[in-house]
């Protein structure tokens, strides 16, 4: 789903929960998180950093 919608798959974390590190272009993430909020039923926990100027 994230490959889907543009994201670059930065890291994961396997504990008692799975958070993604996912990296977008600017503004592509709206998409992503409107579909993960449908998926979901609106229980994601979603942080969503600022942005700033990287290599994709």
Known sequence: ????AGAHV???????S???H????AGEEEPFLAA?????AGKEDVDVGSPR????
């Open 53 to 56: 100027f990287a290599e994709f």
């Open 22 to 25: 996912l990296v977008f272009k």
């Open 36 to 40: 993960l909020t449908e998926l979901l």
């Open 18 to 20: 799975v958070c993604l």
């Open 10 to 16: 930065s890291g994961t974390d396997f504990t008692d």
């Open 1 to 4: 789903m994230a490959d889907h």
